[in-house]
């Protein structure tokens, strides 16, 4: 289906799919667990609220939370997207530009002041829909490397260089690498601050 090609599928208007998409996204689940045990999840670590952060300052158990509900994010707004396209296969352009909605949303989330995360998760449980086992490789490439170099960012950084060949190699083409692609230049540039301080040796690592 081309975007613009029809307002209304049938099933769900596109710009209802993709509003619902950005406002799941900025429901900010490392702001949401931190809060339920009386702690600013800016206010400590590296301040910033996503997964890493949250394992850093409060444990594993709190930071499986937020990763499983920041990866149902992207599941719940690819799916917005493809309901929007109607129906089969989950592989939809409007579902990863669903997708990227969401991300926008993890990043700069109306509900918390547009103070967001990197998105990574969020891309994740995109692709966890659209490109199930890309997704799959992908989160075992980020556990092998966060083990061996301690460098969540890094991690993170190398799963998105991999995500676009992946998901070709898997079936997505045209506008469906095109809005992947966007959410992953989006991910790339909000690790900036990530990137400069690993260059300088001064990234933190992920506690053994």
């Known amino acids: 289906m081309r975007l613009g090609a029809c307002p209304y599928t049938g099933r769900m208007p596109i710009w209802l799919a993709l509003a619902g998409a950005y406002a799941v996204g900025s429901i900010d689940f490392a702001v949401v667990v931190a809060r339920a045990r009386g702690v600013d999840i800016h206010a400590v670590g590296s301040g910033n609220p996503g997964t890493s952060n949250v394992l850093r300052t409060m444990g594993k158990g709190p930071a499986a939370m937020v990763l499983l509900g920041d990866m149902m994010k992207g599941v719940i707004a ?37 103070r967001g995360g990197k998105g990574v998760a969020t891309a994740g449980g995109v692709m966890l829909l659209t490109v199930p086992l890309a997704a799959v490789i992908l989160a075992a490439a980020w556990v092998v490397v966060a083990k061996v170099f301690r460098i ?9 260089a991999g995500a676009v060949p992946l998901a070709y190699a898997f079936g997505a083409r045209g506008w469906s690498l095109f809005w992947l692609g966007a959410i992953l230049v989006l991910i790339v540039w909000r690790h900036g601050p990530n990137i400069r301080r ?11």
């Open 198 to 208: 690993m260059l300088s040796g001064s990234e933190e690592k992920i506690a053994t």
């Open 152 to 160: 969540a960012s890094f991690a993170s950084l190398v799963a998105v």
């Open 78 to 114: 690819a799916s917005f997207g493809w309901i929007a396209a109607g129906g089969e296969p989950f592989d939809q352009p409007i579902a990863y530009l669903a997708g990227l909605c969401a991300v926008v949303g993890h990043i700069y989330p109306v509900f918390h002041r547009f």
